[in-house]
């Protein structure tokens, strides 16, 4: 039977069959619809999920950092006494040129080059830059 326009049906002049309106809709549209809720449950835990694997991750780094730190800084602070002690010696020597010279050969991006350490961070042997510079000062006395 035609449709003559009293009904809901959007498809005027058609033979089809009225339709219920509330079976003609998408579920998509239904706020309450069950998929839905799961979605928006799914986007919070992911971001619980991204949160805590952050929090993780830079706790890790922290108590890594951490324990980096307490092995590598007696070492360190080894090489930082060796390189003052020299900068010391050549500063009293009372020749600027030689001074300037040692101050930037001594420098703390050359003296902490990765090439100077093993796998470990700990010295591969004897440090070069440093031992060259404790000659030259003990050549100055």
Request: a negative charge; aromatic letters at 6%; proline letters at 1%.
């Amino acid at each position: 039977m035609p449709c003559e326009g009293e009904c809901s049906c959007s498809k005027k002049g058609t033979t089809d069959v009225q339709i219920s309106s509330s079976a003609n809709k998408d579920s998509n549209d239904d706020v309450w619809d069950e998929d839905r809720s799961v979605s928006s449950n799914a986007d919070i835990q992911r971001s619980h999920e991204k949160q805590g694997y952050l929090d993780g991750l830079s706790h890790a780094k922290e108590s890594s950092l951490q324990a980096g730190f307490d092995t590598a800084f007696p070492s360190g602070a080894q090489l930082g006494i060796a390189v003052g002690k020299i900068l010391g010696k050549l500063r009293s020597h009372n020749d600027e040129a030689l001074f300037i010279q040692g101050k930037q050969e001594l420098n703390i991006g050359k003296i902490m080059d990765k090439k100077y350490f093993n796998d470990e961070l700990e010295l591969a042997g004897e440090h070069e830059i440093i031992s060259k510079w404790q000659k030259i000062v003990e050549n100055l006395k």
